[in-house]
C-alpha cells in the first residue's frame, strides 16, 4: 500500500524504486485489504523513507526481536527498544533512591 495525495513528481520514481527494493521474499506489495501475510509495510509515495532501508526494517521482525518496527524521520541512529511502562517506573524509583556507601 502506497498512500499518494499530490505526488506527480515522484510517483513514477518511487514506483521503480520500490520495484527494486528487497523485501526479503514477503509479499509486501498488496493492500491492507488483500494482506494475508504477517507483516505489512507501508511506503508514502513522495520517497521520504528510503525503499532500500526495507531489510533494516523487517530484519527485527524476522529475528523475533520486535513484534512491530517503526520507522521515524525524527529518530536518527540506529534501533531503539520500547521501554515497558513497569519497567521505566521501576527505572525511575531506583535512580531516585539515595545511594548508600558501606562504611
Known amino acids: 500500500m502506497i498512500p499518494v495525495f499530490n505526488e506527480r ?5 518511487l514506483l521503480a524504486r520500490v520495484r527494486r527494493a528487497s523485501t526479503l521474499d514477503l509479499a509486501l506489495r498488496a493492500g491492507f485489504a488483500r494482506a494475508k501475510g504477517d507483516v505489512v509495510l507501508v511506503q508514502d509515495a513522495d520517497l521520504e523513507y528510503n525503499p532500500e532501508e526495507y531489510p533494516r526494517l523487517l530484519r527485527p ?7 512491530v518496527v517503526l520507522s521515524s524521520r525524527f529518530l536518527t541512529g540506529d534501533e ?6 513497569w519497567h521505566y517506573v ?11 556507601s558501606p562504611t
Open 9 to 13: 513528481v515522484t510517483i513514477e520514481p
Open 61 to 67: 521482525i524476522l529475528d523475533g526481536r520486535a513484534d
Open 80 to 85: 531503539h527498544r520500547v521501554l515497558y511502562f
Open 90 to 100: 521501576a527505572n525511575r524509583g531506583l535512580t531516585l533512591l539515595p545511594t548508600f
